[in-house]
C-alpha cells in the first residue's frame, strides 16, 4: 500500500512565521501534490510536481512555495502565514500524473 | 474548469439508491472517484479508462461517457459506511495537472 505521510496533523503557527508543511511518498511516485481544503471550497490545488527539482503552480499558489529535492519529499512553504492561510492542507502522489491520488491524512493549520 | 458535480449534497435512508454526477467541459480521458470521510483524506475508489467502460467495487458502479464528457456513480443499497464527499477527479490533457470536481456530498440516515 502507497503510504503518504504529512509531518503534522496539527499546526498552530503565528501571523508573519515561515511555515514548512512536510510531505513523504514511499512509493518512488513521479508526481506530488498540494491541496488546501475549505468548507465548502472542496480540493484546490495549490502547487504540484512531476520531477525532482521540477514544480508547477496550481489554482491558488500566491503566498505559497513549495521544494523538491529529493523524489520521495515535497515540502510546502508558507513565507509570510496570514490568518486568511488557516486551513486544511492535503499532500497527495501519482505514479503517473494520469493515474489516481493517494492522499496523506492532511495538516490542519491555524495561523493566529 | 473543474468538473461540477451534481447534486451538491444528498440524504439517503439505509438501502436506497443515489446517483452522483460528474460533467466536464473539457475531453475527459480518464475519470477517476474518490470518497472522503469526515475528518479523514480522500480515498481513492475507482478508476475509468474508456468511454462508456462501467466499473464496479462492492455496491458502488460508475460509468464513463467519452462523448457526453460525463461520468456517473451509482451507490446501491447504500449503507451508513457510505456516507461522506464523494469526488470526480481526472487529468487534464496535455498537462501534467489534475483536477477535481466540485464534490457531492452525501449522508445515509438509518
Known amino acids: 500500500d502507497v503510504k503518504v505521510t504529512q509531518s503534522s496533523r496539527y499546526l498552530v503557527k503565528r501571523t508573519g512565521e515561515k511555515v514548512f508543511l512536510e510531505c513523504v511518498q514511499d512509493?518512488?511516485?513521479?508526481?506530488m501534490f498540494w491541496y488546501r481544503q475549505d468548507p465548502g471550497l472542496g480540493l484546490r490545488l495549490i502547487y504540484f510536481s512531476y520531477d525532482v527539482k521540477m514544480k508547477e503552480k496550481g489554482d491558488i499558489p500566491e503566498g505559497y512555495s513549495v521544494s523538491r529535492e529529493k523524489k520521495e519529499r515535497f515540502s510546502l512553504i508558507l513565507e509570510s502565514a496570514s490568518t486568511n492561510q488557516t486551513s486544511m492542507y492535503l499532500c497527495?502522489?501519482?505514479?503517473?500524473?494520469?493515474?489516481?491520488?493517494?492522499f496523506g491524512d492532511g495538516t490542519r493549520l491555524s495561523i493566529l | 474548469q473543474q468538473p461540477v458535480q451534481s447534486p451538491q449534497a444528498v440524504i439517503l435512508r439505509e438501502g436506497e439508491d443515489a446517483v452522483i454526477n460528474c460533467s466536464s467541459s473539457k475531453a475527459l480521458y480518464s475519470v477517476h472517484w474518490y470518497r472522503q470521510k469526515h475528518g479523514e483524506a480522500p480515498v481513492f475508489l475507482m478508476i475509468l479508462l474508456k468511454g462508456g467502460e462501467q466499473k464496479g467495487h462492492e455496491k458502488i458502479s460508475a460509468s464513463f461517457n467519452e462523448k457526453k464528457q460525463q461520468s456517473s456513480l451509482y451507490l446501491t443499497a447504500s449503507q451508513l459506511s457510505y456516507s461522506g464527499t464523494y469526488f470526480c477527479?481526472?487529468?487534464?490533457?496535455?498537462?501534467?495537472?489534475?483536477?477535481f470536481g466540485t464534490g457531492t456530498r452525501l449522508k445515509v440516515l438509518a
Open positions: 477527479g481526472t487529468p487534464t490533457s496535455g498537462t501534467y495537472k489534475y483536477i
Open positions: 512509493m518512488d511516485h513521479e508526481n
Open positions: 497527495a502522489s501519482s505514479r503517473q500524473y494520469n493515474q489516481p491520488q493517494h
